[in-house]
């Protein structure tokens, strides 16, 4: 399913800003984002991107191994890593690798137990 959030999505957050304003302090990069179906607010864009998503049902990323889909980039790289057998998140007291950065978080604690 697309929803085209260039059309429908861009009059809740009134469009983008402009590549000069973004990372600085300035008015565009402060707009605040809110979303039309729920409290949530940001002022980060693609983070209410991602987050309508949830309720438009959009997932736009698509794994090439399997049919699951993504509605943020980054989960479907995070994804990708259970075929490859990528573990780029490495223990810096053993030898314990891991494909997701939260589970080292979680390895690192047993270490300190």
């Known amino acids: 399913m697309s929803v085209g959030l260039n059309s429908e999505a861009e009059q809740y957050s009134g469009g ?10 300035t008015a565009v990069s402060r707009k605040l984002h809110q979303c039309p179906v729920c409290p949530y607010t940001t002022t980060n864009r693609s983070h209410w991107i991602v987050h309508y998503r949830t309720h438009t049902g959009e997932k736009p990323y698509s794994c090439p191994y399997c049919p699951y889909e993504a509605v943020a980039n980054s989960d479907l790289k995070r994804h990708i890593r259970i075929h490859t057998g990528e573990k780029p998140f490495s223990c810096p007291h053993c030898s314990y690798q891991t494909a997701v950065s939260t589970s080292l978080k ?4 047993t270490h300190t137990r």
Request: charged share 20%.
């Open 16 to 25: 983008g800003g402009t590549a000069a304003g973004r990372g600085r302090n």
């Open 106 to 109: 979680r390895h690192i604690l």
